[in-house]
């Protein structure tokens, strides 16, 4: 049996045009789920519906086989990064951590030596208020806080979206050593750091749909739309498919660039978005160079990846 099965969900927002509709996910004991999409895409509002924050129209969510709405938040006993605007800045970082542990009446040398750890590896000062902090600091302090007492499921949602480069590497690194064995789910905007992530499955959300859940290594032998192959570190160029003869090729500025494969007459003369999968060193943006255009493409007009 999964720890979490959700099938043939619906939701959308009263009074909004929103909607997530016909999702599908399932994930065992032990793994790791990514959810990758730009923003405003529902990433949030998923993880929101999987700890019974939103309560969705239609399907089915199981938690250990027993309905979502069943249970109470005690009894899901979900972790749920929050939303670093809810903290008070005159609270002190050591409180903010160890509040989980002390709920649940753990002994105060337990709570001490996390504390401990976390100012040894991330140099956060326990005595130090809220506001004092850094913006990457903060990004920890809340991780820190979700893995200080042992969950069913954490989900955690792109705490270090803005930092600098540098900065998200530290949380990631953080992040990925705290999931390692445990049943979690990442969601991030971030297609470079969403790859950074340890992660068993990934699901890649459009504002129009949700993907099947896949591996990297399937997303990348064959996106299933525009937001995947970014995900799998293609570059996406608009052009023409033409045919000249019994072959077919990708016109882009200017070019012809033969496409890997076969593809049907149906696209023949139409717009769409060709993935670019590089080869050797960068070349200029207006040209594809060493790069080999993939037999899968975006029509721009239907919205959707085209494969044979």
């Keep these: 049996m999964a720890l979490l099965e959700v099938t043939k969900v619906d939701f959308e927002y009263y009074g909004s045009s929103f909607a997530l509709q016909d999702v599908n996910l399932s994930l065992s004991q032990g793994e790791r789920l990514v959810i990758y999409g730009r923003e405003n895409s529902g990433k949030t509002t998923l993880l929101r519906l999987l700890c019974g924050l939103e309560e969705y129209d ?12 069943e249970l109470s938040q005690k009894q899901m006993d979900i972790g749920f990064s929050f939303d670093c605007r809810i903290l008070d800045g005159k609270a002190l970082a050591g409180d903010v951590i160890s509040y989980p542990m002390k709920l649940r009446e753990m002994p ?9 750890m976390v100012t040894s590896r991330c140099n956060i000062p326990m005595q130090t208020q809220i506001k004092d902090l850094s913006d990457m600091q903060i990004a920890v302090l809340i991780l820190a806080r979700l893995f200080a007492v ?3 499921l954490y989900l955690i949602d792109d705490v270090w979206k803005d930092l600098p ?3 998200k590497a530290v949380v990631t690194k953080y992040l990925n050593d705290n999931i390692n064995g445990k049943n979690a789910i990442v969601a991030t905007d971030d297609s470079d750091w969403a790859r950074k992530i340890s992660a ?6 459009t504002d129009k749909q949700v993907a099947p859940v896949l591996s990297a290594e399937e997303i990348e032998r064959r996106p299933l739309n525009m937001q995947s192959a970014i995900f799998a570190g293609y570059e996406l160029h608009i052009g023409k498919l033409v045919k000249i003869g019994e072959k077919y090729f990708a016109h882009l500025y200017g070019k012809d660039y033969p496409v890997s494969k076969p593809i049907g007459d149906v696209y023949v003369g139409k717009r769409v978005c060709f993935a670019i999968k590089r080869y050797g060193g960068p070349c200029d943006i207006q040209e594809v ?5 993939m037999s899968f493409y975006y029509d721009v007009d239907a919205e959707r990846i085209v494969t044979l």
């Design 150 to 152: 042992d969950r069913r």
């Design 58 to 69: 239609r399907g089915n969510i199981l938690l250990d086989g027993v309905q979502l709405k």
């Design 108 to 116: 105060q040398e337990s709570v001490d030596a996390y504390l401990e």
């Design 289 to 293: 160079g060493n790069g080999e255009v």
């Design 165 to 167: 480069q540098e900065e």
């Design 200 to 205: 068993d499955k990934i699901l890649v959300m």
